[in-house]
């Protein structure tokens, strides 16, 4: 029932992170000063690449010297040929069709890469890993204890503050990502953000001192008020919006009475099997649709379509 890693976006990180060598100056410097490395670019939070058909995302570190000096570098990991991959921080104000770049470089949002997949699975992992690691260094450049700045260290997996010694390390935000269901029909919510017709699974962040499970029960009752008993485990992808952990969950309904939360959600409503089915393949008669592949939404219900309430039998 659990789809492989290459079937859901971001999954698939084929990189090496040597997370034991981190902290070897020599090591890191010969990686990256070898002509086998290679560096992602980041204008803010939107990776350059290279025009062309093959849409291109790394470059020679000989060809990030056109940027200037990055505000960020991270080493991302090894490929399988020991060769080491980084990401590199400008703030470039680049616009998509800037003048001075336009011809050489397309500006294209993550998101829209993955919709639309412009580049491998394997890729887009580590595109993922790079951008939930620059937006961290962006956003924690001062000691969360005691508001001095900090600096950099194990090649950007740490920041250290020199004046009260703490020690800061990246932070993932677990988020639970749940399909409720309730024998041959399943709960989808709308939020005003999303496309015209567009629903999906209910979703909310892990609070502190809360298991995964309780937060499926406590989330669909805030946004629903309707009350789940069993909980089951699906899959998990990495959301580097700016960086989630979604966790997939199925829920049995316990009731099935709905009373939405306006505050969080447009709509919410039971949705048959059959128009899940339809809505996955853009033929539901009210064209009414479900999120793209990349997104753990989709295999969420591509899963309950498919098997219907068996998948709560784990």
Same mark, same amino acid.
Request: hydrophobic share 40%; proline share 5%.
């Given at each position: 029932?659990?789809?492989?890693?290459?079937?859901?976006?971001?999954?698939?990180?084929?990189?090496?992170?040597?997370?034991?060598?981190?902290?070897?100056?020599?090591?890191?410097? &010969?990686?990256?000063?070898?002509?086998?490395?290679?560096?992602?670019?980041?204008?803010?939070?939107?990776?350059?690449?290279?025009?062309?058909?093959?849409?291109?995302?790394?470059?020679?570190?000989?060809?990030?010297?056109?940027?200037?000096?990055?505000?960020?570098?991270?080493?991302?990991?090894?490929?399988?040929?020991?060769?080491?991959?980084?990401?590199?921080?400008?703030?470039?104000?680049?616009?998509?069709?800037?003048?001075?770049?336009?011809?050489?470089?397309?500006?294209?949002?993550?998101?829209?890469?993955?919709? &639309?997949?412009?580049?491998?699975?394997?890729?887009?992992?580590?595109?993922?890993?790079?951008?939930?690691?620059?937006?961290?260094?962006?956003?924690?450049?001062?000691?969360?204890?005691?508001?001095?700045?900090?600096?950099?260290?194990?090649?950007?997996?740490?920041?250290?503050?020199?004046?009260?010694?703490?020690?800061?390390?990246?932070?993932?935000?677990?988020?639970?990502?749940?399909?409720?269901?309730?024998?041959?029909?399943?709960?989808?919510?709308? &939020?005003?953000?999303?496309?015209?017709? @567009?629903?999906?699974?209910?979703?909310?962040?892990?609070?502190?001192?809360?298991?995964?499970?309780?937060?499926?029960?406590?989330?669909?009752?805030?946004?629903?008020?309707?009350?789940?008993? &069993?909980?089951?485990?699906?899959?998990?992808?990495?959301?580097?919006?700016?960086?989630?952990? @979604?966790?997939?969950?199925?829920?049995?309904?316990?009731?099935?009475?709905?009373?939405?939360?306006?505050?969080?959600?447009?709509?919410?409503?039971?949705?048959?099997?059959?128009?899940?089915?339809? @809505?996955?393949?853009?033929?539901?008669?009210?064209?009414?649709?479900?999120?793209?592949?990349?997104?753990?939404?989709?295999?969420?219900?591509?899963?309950?379509?498919?098997?219907?309430?068996?998948?709560?039998?784990?």
């Amino acid at each position: 029932m659990i789809p492989s890693s290459t079937s859901i976006g971001f999954n698939l990180n084929p990189l090496e992170r040597r997370s034991d060598r981190r902290d070897d100056l020599a090591f890191i410097e &010969q990686l990256r000063s070898d002509p086998a490395a290679r560096f992602l670019v980041f204008d803010g939070d939107i990776p350059l690449l290279k025009r062309g058909s093959e849409h291109d995302v790394w470059f020679l570190e000989s060809e990030t010297a056109a940027f200037g000096q990055p505000s960020h570098s991270v080493f991302l990991g090894e490929e399988s040929d020991g060769s080491g991959r980084f990401a590199l921080g400008f703030t470039l104000g680049l616009a998509p069709e800037d003048p001075s770049r336009g011809a050489v470089h397309d500006r294209i949002d993550l998101r829209s890469i993955a919709v &639309q997949g412009l580049v491998a699975s394997g890729t887009l992992g580590i595109l993922g890993e790079a951008k939930s690691m620059l937006d961290w260094h962006r956003r924690h450049s001062f000691c969360a204890n005691c508001g001095s700045p900090s600096r950099v260290a194990a090649a950007g997996w740490q920041r250290i503050c020199d004046v009260c010694g703490a020690r800061h390390f990246p932070r993932v935000d677990p988020v639970v990502i749940m399909l409720v269901i309730d024998g041959e029909r399943c709960l989808l919510g709308r &939020q005003r953000h999303f496309g015209p017709g @567009m629903y999906s699974a209910l979703a909310g962040f892990v609070e502190p001192g809360e298991t995964a499970e309780d937060a499926v029960r406590r989330e669909v009752m805030e946004e629903a008020r309707v009350r789940c008993a &069993q909980v089951v485990y699906f899959a998990s992808q990495p959301w580097p919006f700016p960086s989630s952990l @979604m966790i997939g969950c199925f829920a049995q309904a316990s009731d099935t009475e709905i009373v939405v939360d306006t505050a969080e959600l447009e709509d919410a409503r039971w949705f048959s099997r059959q128009e899940v089915a339809a @809505m996955l393949a853009g033929t539901h008669a009210s064209g009414l649709s479900a999120p793209k592949p990349f997104a753990i939404a989709h295999h969420l219900l591509q899963a309950y379509a498919a098997k219907g309430a068996s998948v709560l039998s784990g």
